[in-house]
């Protein structure tokens, strides 16, 4: 068979078709459904059965289990799903993808999947000029799925054509014989033929052409299925190595939980075969040989993954653990990598929005951690202890510097991209929360300063000032927490905001009264004045951080305003 290099550009071409309609389509998806898609997802994922049936559904709409899984791996990227719901929806996506053969099996071959394609342009293209930006996006969704199955119809014409050269297979008969080492041995060669093709629905459907054409049986088909299933994993694991720890946790599970599959169906995999060609012979009643085969290896792959997700569906915790260990959260990660944010090509315009609002939680949190260990500080005593805990609110400072300018730097992308008036009237009011978060670690390392250059002073505050500081310290950590707790809430709780101005208004009553309390206990002579100084620098580095915490609640509400609105 002659395969030149202009053949190989138009399959190259196909491919890029492909892949620029399934971005299109993403896009025009999260624009169009956004925040509502989110809550789908939450909803439908609640718990374990229902991601199930949540992957079984997507799957078999989609046609794909690897779309399925890449886009559960980049939900898990963005924060929208946890990575114990995300393995709930790759089993089901293993369950769902099992439709494919049996449409395979039951039209023989014959779906021509780009078939409406070109007349969905024609109702597209009206919608892609509507000044409505909500119609726009369902026309930029239809004209990436068209797009999609365009580029899909290409891929399969104009890729080397197995089907029609059956030689370039036929090596394979020759290691049919070998008992229990054949099975091994296909299940590796299906493995392989997936990876490389990329799509475990392609290599199902040459291995139905062997079976019934007669290349090999039944048990050699159903041994090749397996490996598909192994094969179809490394999409996911691809589309994650620019994602982040989650989402290669989450890749990792597709991938643990196909080859656990596997193991225990080969260890019973005699009985298991018989029991699928007695149920089709005799139940389903299915006598032609050619066609028998067809649905034989269909109920196999059907059958396989159903009892595979009612089996390891009680293990979802485990697994989780299993993946947690093998790809563990580095300290590194921790403290000097956002988190949600990456610059892989899993982000679209509207979940870049969710993704930075997970971020700026993250960064919230990290500032009140640092916040406390200001609080630590101040009674620690050691010399060794003191110096790392001094170093370590550096440390948190230059992170909360660089935290500022990657998530600023990466609202300021999204918002060059196509999005709706409101979205860039969120992503206005989320540059605003990252800057006055920043002047919260700003400030806490303020304060960490002040005690510093008070302890090299060799003098120590009155019991009264400790008193007072702690008492300004516990208003300010309240601040702290229920600003955390305004940042994290989505759009359809609802939080009494003035409880945060209430603490303000505390904190500033409080800052008055010491500050004339403290002129009076210098000139009564309780410290001298190089320690009231000290003193009131905390206590206003204290009333400062505050006034920031509710800058970053006014800027949070603005944006839940946003999305009611």
Known sequence: MEYSFYDFLKLLGSLALFLYGMKIMSEGLQKFAGDRLRKILTAMTTNRVTGVLTGVLITALIQSS??????????????????????????????????????????????????????LLAFGIPLL???????????????????????????????????????MLAFVQSYTDMGYISILLFVFIGTILTMVVQA?????????????NGWISFELGAALVLGENIGTTITANLAALTGNTQARRAALAHLVFNVFGVIWVLCLFSPFTSAVSWFVENVMGTKDPAVAVSFKLSAFHTCFNICNVLILIWFVKLIERTVCAIIP????????????????????????????????????????????????LLHTEKDDDYNKLFSRIEKYENISDNMELEIANYLNQVSEG?????????????????TEIESIGDSCYNLARTINRKRQTNQDFTEKQYD???????????????????????????????????????????????????????????????????YMDIIAECEKLGDYVVNVVEASSDIKEKKAS
């Open 418 to 434: 196509r999005l709706s008036s409101e979205s860039k009237l969120q992503i206005r009011a989320m540059l605003r929360e990252v």
């Open 66 to 119: 690897s779309a399925t899984t890449v886009m559960v791996v980049s939900f898990v990227n963005a924060g929208l799903l946890t990575l114990s719901q995300s393995i709930g929806v790759i089993m089901g996506a293993n369950i769902g993808t099992t439709v494919t053969a049996w449409i395979i099996s039951a039209l023989g071959f014959k779906v021509d999947i780009a078939a409406f394609a070109l007349p």
């Open 329 to 376: 959260q580095k300290e590194v990660d921790e403290e000097y990598r956002l988190r949600f944010i990456s610059g892989g090509m899993l982000s679209t315009a509207e979940l870049s929005i969710l993704q930075a609002h997970k971020e700026i939680h993250l960064f919230a949190e990290r500032t009140h951690r640092m916040f406390n260990m200001v609080q630590d």
């Open 200 to 212: 475990s629905a392609a290599t199902m459907a040459i291995t139905l052409i062997m079976c019934a």
């Open 468 to 534: 007072h500081i702690h008492f300004m310290m516990k208003l300010t950590d309240d601040a702290l927490a229920q600003m955390i707790v305004v940042v994290e809430r989505s759009e359809h709780q609802s939080i009494d905001v003035n409880k945060s101005f209430n603490i303000e208004n505390e904190i500033n009553n409080y800052r008055n009264q010491l500050k004339n309390q403290n002129i009076l206990d210098v000139n009564n002579k309780e410290y001298d004045y190089q320690m009231g100084v000290y």
């Open 129 to 167: 000029f509507s000044q409505k930006s909500h119609r726009k996006s369902i026309g930029e969704f239809i004209f990436g799925f068209s797009f999609l199955f365009m580029g899909l119809s290409m891929l399969q014409s104009n890729a080397p054509d197995l089907k029609a050269n059956p030689e």
